[in-house]
């Protein structure tokens, strides 16, 4: 069995959930760096490929981000997320988000049976649902998953239904929802092949359809009619489906 004890990271900052079904909750985020894809409409570019240092936020809400040498060791994730949960009960979960958080399924292994112990918070994490073999790694302690399913018209990319499949599957072992980013030249049938996917595993699993956050444009944004019916075709197949918007922007904060 493999042990990692560091990680490449981006930042740790607290804040609130922006996204999904647990919008609005406190949560201390930390971002992992490197992914495996590349999407078109990304709205964390920077935490796509490595970098030397990672950045602490020192004051929740400040941005006031202090750096350190990357790789981050388990102690220092102890300490950091310590402070950020001196407050007992206001923090929801961890969410371990990226990047792709999976791609550093090792150092999870090892970090995450540490961090449950000494933090007791639940783990949320946010993945591109790609690497399923990863996920099952660590599903034991992981208390919600976040599962995006990338559409090709959304992210540039071919389909991954069959990872994402696989990935759902292991997902639902613990609780699961889904979200689907989603733009103006999404066709119909691109929501409807990815309902039937999760319909297939289990019509309970609630999705989140999410219209795409502009970066300089609205051009991308799907008209209210095509929101609309993307829901419609959902809820055909889907007994939870709700249109939430990254929330977090508007209130400006990270
Ligand atoms: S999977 Fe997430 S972090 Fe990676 S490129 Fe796509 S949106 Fe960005």
């Known amino acids: 069995m493999s042990s990692q004890t560091t990680a490449q990271l981006y930042e740790i900052f607290n804040s609130i959930q922006g996204e999904g079904l647990y919008v609005g909750e406190r949560q201390i985020f930390i971002r992992f760096a490197g992914c495996n894809l590349s999407c078109q409409y990304c709205d964390t570019p920077q935490s796509q490929n490595l970098t030397p240092e990672f950045k602490v936020e020192q004051t929740p809400g400040k941005r006031d981000f202090k750096n350190y040498p990357n790789p981050a060791t388990v102690t220092q994730l102890l300490e950091i997320v310590g402070n950020f ?131 300089g444009s609205i051009k991308h944004r799907p008209q209210p009619e095509q929101i609309l019916a993307a829901q419609a075709i959902a809820k055909r197949k889907l007994q939870t489906v709700r249109v939430i918007p990254q929330a977090h922007k508007i209130f400006g904060m990270v």
């Not at 206001?90 to 990226?98: P, Q, R």
């Not at 049976?113 to 000494?118: R, S, V």
């Not at 790694?137 to 599962?147: C, G, H, Q, T």
């Not at 119909?188 to 297939?200: M, Q, Y």
């Open 85 to 215: 949960n001196k407050h007992k009960g206001l923090n929801h979960a961890i969410s371990l988000t990226g990047g792709e958080p999976l791609l550093q399924v090792d150092f999870l292994k090892t970090s995450l049976p540490i961090l449950k112990k000494e933090i007791g918070l639940f783990f949320y994490l946010e993945t591109n649902g790609v690497l399923p073999d990863h996920l099952a790694e660590i599903i034991e302690w992981v208390d919600i998953i976040a599962l995006d399913i990338k559409l090709p018209s959304a992210t540039g990319l071919s389909p991954y239904w069959k990872e994402h499949r696989k990935t759902l599957e292991t997902a639902a072992l613990q609780n699961v929802f889904v979200k689907i980013i989603f733009t103006r030249e999404t066709p119909p049938k691109e929501i409807d092949d990815a309902t039937s996917l999760i319909a297939e595993v289990s019509v309970d699993i609630p999705l989140i359809l999410q219209p795409v956050t502009p970066h």
